[in-house]
């Protein structure tokens, strides 16, 4: 995603963003710990919107200090691409947006 990244995000939504491979399948990881929900559904709709590969993207979210960005992505959290939203098996306060590519 690269440069198309430093025009659309801050410096401080870049840093909470890191990509991946495991099991052959290319992840985008996104913390968003300490925002206000309506930043993260800012930050995820823009990542989303420039994930035109379709790689999944693993949201943390926390769980232990509140649920209101987990109840946003569960509830108002929408894309065109976007197949489910999974919660990770073990851990509640993450949750995997399975991503369709771009058209």
């Not at 990244?5 to 985008?28: C, Q």
Request: hydrophobic share 35%.
């Amino acid at each position: 995603m690269g440069n198309r990244m430093e025009m659309i995000f801050t410096n401080d939504e870049i840093a909470r963003i890191t990509e991946g491979i495991k099991n052959d399948v290319h992840t985008i990881t996104v913390d968003v710990h300490g925002l206000r929900v309506k930043d993260a559904k800012r930050l995820l709709n823009n990542l989303m919107a420039i994930n035109r590969e379709g790689y999944d993207i693993q949201v943390i979210h926390g769980y232990s200090h509140g649920t209101a960005i987990k109840e946003m992505i569960y509830g108002k959290l929408e894309s065109p691409r976007l197949e489910c939203k999974k919660a990770v098996k073990r851990n509640h306060g993450r949750t995997i947006l399975k991503m369709n590519k771009a058209a």
